[in-house]
C-alpha cells in the first residue's frame, strides 16, 4: 500500500489510532480470509479493496470532490442511492463493524446500545473513518430508537446530519409520508449538489444501481448450488464491499467473479465438501469487517449459503421498476422499491418471515441462524417470530452477540453443536 499519511492527516484522522486499527484489520483478514482455501480467482480483486480500504478508495473520492462532486455517506439500505446518483453523487455507506472507538462513543450514548451505533459513534469520535471526514451530507433515518435518537447527537458533533422519516407502518398514511420524504430528499440533494435532476438522470442512475443489484442476485443464485462454489465469507465480503465501491467497477467485477463461479458450478468444483450442512443468517447486517460469525460456522463444518440481512438480500432482493414516465412516477416507484425492504423496524413485518422461508427453500439451507446483536431490540424480537415460522420444519439458533471478539469460544460450541445436529 501507498503512504498515505497525509491524505489521512489532512482528513483529521488520529494517525496513531488509525494505524493501529488498520494493523489490526490486516491481520484478522489475513487469519480469516487468506488462510481460506481454494478461493476462486475473482477474489483478488475483492482482496485488493480491502487492502486499500482506507487508501486508494478515498484518493478516488477526494479527487471525485475536487472535480465539483458531493459525497454522501448513509447507514441504512432505506437511503435511496439512485437520487445522490443522479445529481452526480458519490454515494457511501457508513456503518462499522469493529468495537474501535467504543469508550469514546460510551461517553455520548448508553453502554447498552447495540455495536453498529456505538461503531460510528466511536470511529468518529476516535478519529478513525476516513469515509466519514469525505462526506458533505450523512443521511440518518428514523428506523430504529438507538438511530433515531444517536443521529441528534451525531448531528451536534458533525453538524451534517440530515434525517428521513421512515414511518413506522406500511399503511397508506406510511406510504404517503414516504413519499413525501423521498421527494424532500430530492431536494435537499439537488440543493447540495446544485445539480437539478432530470428525468434522464434518474432513469441512468437507476440502471446503473439496478446493474450493481443484479449482480449481487446472480451472485447469491450461485450458492445455491452444492458444492457451494464460493464461501459464504467472500460472499459476504462481496456484499460489504458494494457500499463502497465504486458502482461501475463493482459490478464489472462482480459480474466476473460470478462467471468464474458459473465454471466452477459447471465442473462441480466447490469450496466446501458436497454434502456439507448449509446455514442461512438472517438478522442484525454484518459491516465489514465483521466477519465473526461467518468464520466460526465455515470453520466448523457448515457453509454460509445466504445473509437475509441489510448487508445481503434485503440489499438487492426488489429491483426498481426502471420504466419510469416522468418525475413523479419515478419517485413514486423509487418510494415504493424502498419500502419493500422489511426491516424489523417496521410493524407488523410479516414479509420478511416469508422472505425467510422461500430463501430457506431457494438456497437449500438445512438451518438458520438467527443473529442479532446485543441491544437490537427489533431483530431480537423478531427472533421470536421467525422461530414460530419455521418451528418443525428447519432448524434454528438464536444468536445475540457484539463485535467483540469476548465470546468467540462460547459461540463456536454453540454453533459446532447446531452443526452437528444438522448433520444427525
Ligand atoms: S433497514 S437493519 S440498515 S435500520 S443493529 S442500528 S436496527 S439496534 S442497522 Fe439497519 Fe436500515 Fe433496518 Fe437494515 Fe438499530 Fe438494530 Fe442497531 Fe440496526
Given at each position: 500500500m501507498s503512504d498515505y499519511t497525509k491524505m489521512w492527516e489532512n482528513l483529521g484522522l488520529n494517525l496513531k489510532a488509525h494505524s493501529g486499527l488498520l494493523s489490526v484489520l490486516s491481520d484478522a483478514y489475513k487469519d480469516i480470509?487468506?488462510?481460506?482455501?481454494?478461493?476462486?480467482?475473482?477474489m483478488g480483486y475483492f482482496d485488493f479493496v480491502v487492502s486499500e480500504i482506507h487508501g486508494l478508495r478515498i484518493e478516488e473520492i477526494i479527487k471525485a470532490k475536487e472535480e465539483g462532486k458531493k459525497v454522501v455517506g448513509s447507514f441504512?439500505?432505506?437511503?435511496?442511492?439512485e437520487l445522490v446518483l443522479a445529481a452526480n453523487g458519490v454515494s457511501i455507506g457508513l456503518c462499522?463493524?469493529?468495537?474501535?472507538g467504543t469508550e469514546e462513543a460510551e461517553r455520548f450514548i448508553?453502554?447498552?446500545?447495540?455495536a453498529l451505533i456505538k461503531a460510528f459513534m466511536g470511529f468518529k469520535l476516535a478519529g478513525l473513518c476516513p469515509y466519514l471526514e469525505t462526506t458533505d451530507l450523512i443521511v440518518g433515518e428514523t428506523t430504529c430508537d438507538g438511530k433515531k435518537k444517536a443521529y441528534e447527537i451525531f448531528n451536534d458533533i458533525t453538524k451534517k446530519v440530515y434525517v428521513m422519516e421512515l414511518p413506522n407502518m406500511k399503511s397508506e398514511q406510511g406510504k404517503k409520508l414516504w413519499l413525501e420524504e423521498v421527494k424532500k430528499f430530492k431536494e435537499k440533494i439537488e440543493q447540495l449538489s446544485g445539480k437539478k435532476i432530470t428525468i434522464e438522470d434518474l432513469r441512468k442512475s437507476a440502471a446503473l444501481v439496478n446493474g450493481k443489484r443484479k449482480a449481487l442476485k446472480r451472485l447469491s443464485r450461485l450458492?445455491?448450488?452444492?458444492?457451494?462454489?464460493?464461501?459464504g465469507l467472500d460472499a459476504l465480503l462481496v456484499n460489504q464491499v458494494s457500499f463502497y465501491d465504486d458502482p461501475v467497477r463493482f459490478t464489472e467485477m462482480t459480474n466476473k467473479l460470478c462467471d468464474e463461479l458459473q465454471e466452477r458450478v459447471d465442473k462441480s468444483?466447490?469450496?466446501?465438501?458436497?454434502?456439507s450442512p448449509r446455514l442461512l443468517i438472517s438478522g442484525s447486517p454484518m459491516a465489514i469487517p465483521n466477519w465473526k460469525l461467518h468464520f466460526i460456522a465455515e470453520t466448523s463444518g457448515s457453509i454460509v449459503v445466504g445473509e437475509e440481512s441489510c448487508v445481503g438480500?434485503?440489499?438487492?432482493?426488489e429491483l426498481l421498476?426502471?420504466?419510469?414516465?416522468?418525475m413523479n412516477d419515478a419517485l413514486e416507484k423509487i418510494a415504493s422499491r424502498y419500502l419493500s425492504i422489511n426491516c424489523a423496524?417496521?410493524?407488523?413485518?410479516?414479509e420478511r418471515i416469508e422472505n425467510i422461508r422461500s430463501l430457506v427453500d431457494s438456497l437449500h439451507a438445512d438451518g438458520v441462524i438467527h443473529y442479532s446483536l446485543q441491544f437490537c431490540t427489533p431483530y431480537m424480537m423478531e427472533a421470536y417470530k421467525v422461530e414460530k415460522a419455521l418451528e418443525n420444519k428447519t432448524p434454528i439458533l438464536r444468536i445475540e452477540t457484539d463485535?467483540?471478539?469476548?465470546?468467540m469460544g462460547q459461540l463456536k460450541s454453540r454453533v459446532e453443536s447446531f452443526i452437528e445436529m444438522l448433520k444427525k
Amino acid at each position: 500500500m501507498s503512504d498515505y499519511t497525509k491524505m489521512w492527516e489532512n482528513l483529521g484522522l488520529n494517525l496513531k489510532a488509525h494505524s493501529g486499527l488498520l494493523s489490526v484489520l490486516s491481520d484478522a483478514y489475513k487469519d480469516i480470509y487468506l488462510s481460506q482455501k481454494d478461493r476462486p480467482k475473482g477474489m483478488g480483486y475483492f482482496d485488493f479493496v480491502v487492502s486499500e480500504i482506507h487508501g486508494l478508495r478515498i484518493e478516488e473520492i477526494i479527487k471525485a470532490k475536487e472535480e465539483g462532486k458531493k459525497v454522501v455517506g448513509s447507514f441504512c439500505v432505506y437511503v435511496p442511492e439512485e437520487l445522490v446518483l443522479a445529481a452526480n453523487g458519490v454515494s457511501i455507506g457508513l456503518c462499522a463493524g469493529a468495537d474501535a472507538g467504543t469508550e469514546e462513543a460510551e461517553r455520548f450514548i448508553p453502554r447498552n446500545t447495540c455495536a453498529l451505533i456505538k461503531a460510528f459513534m466511536g470511529f468518529k469520535l476516535a478519529g478513525l473513518c476516513p469515509y466519514l471526514e469525505t462526506t458533505d451530507l450523512i443521511v440518518g433515518e428514523t428506523t430504529c430508537d438507538g438511530k433515531k435518537k444517536a443521529y441528534e447527537i451525531f448531528n451536534d458533533i458533525t453538524k451534517k446530519v440530515y434525517v428521513m422519516e421512515l414511518p413506522n407502518m406500511k399503511s397508506e398514511q406510511g406510504k404517503k409520508l414516504w413519499l413525501e420524504e423521498v421527494k424532500k430528499f430530492k431536494e435537499k440533494i439537488e440543493q447540495l449538489s446544485g445539480k437539478k435532476i432530470t428525468i434522464e438522470d434518474l432513469r441512468k442512475s437507476a440502471a446503473l444501481v439496478n446493474g450493481k443489484r443484479k449482480a449481487l442476485k446472480r451472485l447469491s443464485r450461485l450458492r445455491a448450488f452444492d458444492p457451494e462454489p464460493i464461501s459464504g465469507l467472500d460472499a459476504l465480503l462481496v456484499n460489504q464491499v458494494s457500499f463502497y465501491d465504486d458502482p461501475v467497477r463493482f459490478t464489472e467485477m462482480t459480474n466476473k467473479l460470478c462467471d468464474e463461479l458459473q465454471e466452477r458450478v459447471d465442473k462441480s468444483v466447490g469450496v466446501a465438501p458436497k454434502g456439507s450442512p448449509r446455514l442461512l443468517i438472517s438478522g442484525s447486517p454484518m459491516a465489514i469487517p465483521n466477519w465473526k460469525l461467518h468464520f466460526i460456522a465455515e470453520t466448523s463444518g457448515s457453509i454460509v449459503v445466504g445473509e437475509e440481512s441489510c448487508v445481503g438480500e434485503r440489499n438487492f432482493r426488489e429491483l426498481l421498476d426502471e420504466n419510469f414516465t416522468d418525475m413523479n412516477d419515478a419517485l413514486e416507484k423509487i418510494a415504493s422499491r424502498y419500502l419493500s425492504i422489511n426491516c424489523a423496524c417496521f410493524s407488523p413485518n410479516d414479509e420478511r418471515i416469508e422472505n425467510i422461508r422461500s430463501l430457506v427453500d431457494s438456497l437449500h439451507a438445512d438451518g438458520v441462524i438467527h443473529y442479532s446483536l446485543q441491544f437490537c431490540t427489533p431483530y431480537m424480537m423478531e427472533a421470536y417470530k421467525v422461530e414460530k415460522a419455521l418451528e418443525n420444519k428447519t432448524p434454528i439458533l438464536r444468536i445475540e452477540t457484539d463485535y467483540s471478539m469476548g465470546d468467540m469460544g462460547q459461540l463456536k460450541s454453540r454453533v459446532e453443536s447446531f452443526i452437528e445436529m444438522l448433520k444427525k
